[in-house]
T-cell receptor, first 114, second 112 residues
Framework: KNEVEQSPQNLTAQEGEFITINCSYS?????LHWLQQHPGGGIVSLFM???GKKKHGRLIATINIQEKHSSLHITASHPRGSAVYIC????????????????FGKGTHLIIQP | NAGVTQTPKFRVLKTGQSMTLLCAQD?????MYWYRQDPGMGLRLIHY???????AKGEVPDGYNVSRLKKQNFLLGLESAAPSQTSVYFC???????????FGSGTRLTVV
């Protein structure tokens, strides 16, 4: 079973469109992370959330702890935003006490066409 | 540049060979992690460390060993490489169990 589910798995959008990527998780968490992985492979941290909403540039991340759900929105999308977007959670259960890293979703492959 | 540096970036090994992947961070982070990324799967934790001299097993530790002799370095060793260890390996570091993460650029390893 996968504790972190992302949807959609693949998404193609046109430049300028409003894009939403969803993440659902099944465990209690202390934080949720949104990451970006470009072709060529490097992973960059976009947001870390434990409640509410955060915004940076064209990106908005929201989280609903009660519903165990988070969304990543991209406004006025641009081809430079084509990447794999990964949701990951830090569990607040288990013996690791959160020290044993993140549990990752499989990622959403996003292509933004000009 | 500050951050997490992984070496090497690419490597091809023959089955049975050994190698060590090096992860170095200059942010004075306590926590360091080794993950592997395989097609169609999320990143999976191999081993982690919560401080100098300490290591612990993650989700997929078999076939790997690690050492954290210095706070800034976290080494991942493959004693006898197998084709199933063909993967992209990422190192990450964090200030604490609740802090943000910084990732290295990855090591693409192929075992033939």
């Amino acid at each position: 079973k996968n504790e972190v589910e992302q949807s959609p798995q693949n998404l193609t959008a046109q430049e300028g469109e409003f894009i939403t990527i969803n993440c659902s998780y099944s465990v209690g968490i202390s934080a949720l992370h949104w990451l970006q992985q470009h072709p060529g492979g490097g992973i960059v941290s976009l947001f870390m959330l434990s409640s509410g909403k955060k915004k940076h540039g064209r990106l908005i991340a929201t989280i609903n702890i009660q519903e165990k759900h988070s969304s990543l929105h991209i406004t006025a999308s641009h081809p430079r935003g084509s990447a794999v977007y990964i949701c990951a959670v830090r569990s607040n259960t288990g013996s690791g006490g959160g020290a044993d890293g993140l549990t990752f979703g499989k990622g959403t492959h996003l292509i933004i066409q000009p | 540049n500050a951050g997490v540096t992984q070496t090497p970036k690419f490597r091809v090994l023959k089955t049975g060979q050994s190698m060590t992947l090096l992860c170095a961070q200059d942010m004075n982070h306590e926590y360091m992690y080794w993950y592997r990324q395989d097609p169609g799967m999320g990143l999976r934790l191999i081993h982690y460390s919560v401080g100098e001299g300490t290591t612990a097993k993650g989700e997929v530790p078999d076939g790997y060993n690690v050492s954290r002799l210095k706070k800034q370095n976290f080494l991942l060793g493959l004693e006898s490489a197998a084709p199933s260890q063909t993967s992209v390996y990422f190192c990450a570091s964090s200030t604490s169990s609740v802090g943000g993460y910084t990732f290295g650029s990855g090591t693409r390893l192929t075992v033939v």
